[in-house]
């Protein structure tokens, strides 16, 4: 019997199992199998076959995105926190960075989304903080960080966007 490689053995593997192989694949699966141990742990189900490996990625790829958009919003808080205090200046750091993150999860759209997250993120906390009354900045003075803010976002994205697209073309 002729040997099959590796990439045919995992292409049939499903076949096999759902008992819609021919006969002669059915064979030649199992004569793989037995001298080659990546192949008989995905067809003993240790190794989710290929189709899986793909919606791991995607799962993966998921909880990746929703762990920067996490670091995201808590930069914007932390940040906008700062903005009446004296270590406000940290912003001209933590506003690039969370340009970064922005542009991970949003990519370009990043450079409309994260000023306008901060917008509106400045406008919440002005409602709830005017409710409570213990607004010390005012809406003229938000809207003016916000506008400083997006200025130090939009240098990070641009920063992230360019080493993206460097190391993308190699
Ligand atoms: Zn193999």
Known sequence: MNEISCNVCMDLIPLVQDGIASEDSRKAVEQHIKNCESCAA??????PPVADTE?????????????????????????????????????????????????????????????????????????????????????????????VYSIFVVVGIVIAGLIHYAFRKE
Do not use: H
């Open 55 to 147: 919606r791991l990625i995607v799962d993966v790829r998921r909880k990746v995105q929703f762990f920067f958009v996490m670091l995201l919003m808590f930069g914007i808080f932390f940040g906008l926190g700062l903005t009446a205090s004296s270590e406000l200046f940290y912003n001209s750091l933590i506003m690039p960075i969370v340009g970064v993150f922005g542009y991970v999860i949003f990519r370009w759209k990043s450079l409309y989304a994260v000023p306008l997250l901060l917008l509106i993120t400045n406008v919440i906390s002005f409602v709830l903080n005017v409710f409570r009354g213990i607004e010390e900045l005012g809406m003229y003075s938000r809207v003016m960080w916000t506008g």
């Open 42 to 47: 995905c067809y003993s189900g240790i190794v």
